[in-house]
């Protein structure tokens, strides 16, 4: 059972949270194009953040079957709140870059979105930490799961060995 877990629960939650980490950090790359780059790049920025968005959507849904545990339930929830308050703050930073300085929007960026996405990255570190932990748990399990049938088959073989000798005499 621990190999089954390992491969099928703790690694690939590990994956998936890494893709969201992967794709969160994007988005807040893309949202800080949006405001350095010149007007004519807007458009294509503000087309970027809208796929990273839908991406980043999808991949949270997709780790959502591979919770296992309550605390990963807890963190994926956590995670979850905080993706829609970040992600409206930046559509705040979009609607609004019309009408703001660059230095305005990087201000708002700095003292708004840059923690909320702190954070929410300190949440999904904790998620692989708990799947980390996990994985190294169920690794533990598999090894000892393997002795104690190794040890089980060294005994049955001494003791046919034993019971062979007896009939012979």
């Known amino acids: 059972k621990s190999t089954v877990e390992l491969e099928t629960d703790w690694l690939p939650s590990i994956r998936q949270a890494g ?3 992967s794709t969160l950090l994007r988005l807040r790359l893309e949202g800080l194009h949006y405001t350095a780059d010149g007007d004519d790049k807007r458009p294509a920025a503000l087309a970027k953040i809208g796929q990273l968005k839908t991406q980043l959507a999808k991949e949270v849904t997709d780790y959502s079957p591979l919770i296992s545990v309550p605390e990963e339930q807890k963190i994926y ?3 979850m709140q905080g993706l ?3 992600e409206a703050k930046l559509d705040i930073l979009v ?5 703001r300085s660059t230095q305005e929007s990087t201000d708002f960026i700095n003292t708004t979105t840059v923690p909320l996405a702190n954070a929410l990255q300190e949440a999904i ?3 692989i930490s708990v799947n980390d932990e996990g994985a190294t748990e169920s690794g533990v399990a598999a090894l000892t799961q393997y002795n ?3 040890n089980f088959t060294i ?3 001494i003791g046919t060995l034993i019971l062979s000798v007896l009939i012979a005499i």
């Open 19 to 21: 893709k969201i980490d």
């Open 77 to 79: 929830s956590d995670i």
């Open 84 to 86: 829609k308050i970040y």
């Open 95 to 99: 609607e609004q870059s019309g009408t």
């Open 125 to 127: 570190d904790h998620l």
């Open 148 to 150: 104690q049938g190794f």
């Open 155 to 157: 005994a049955i073989m």
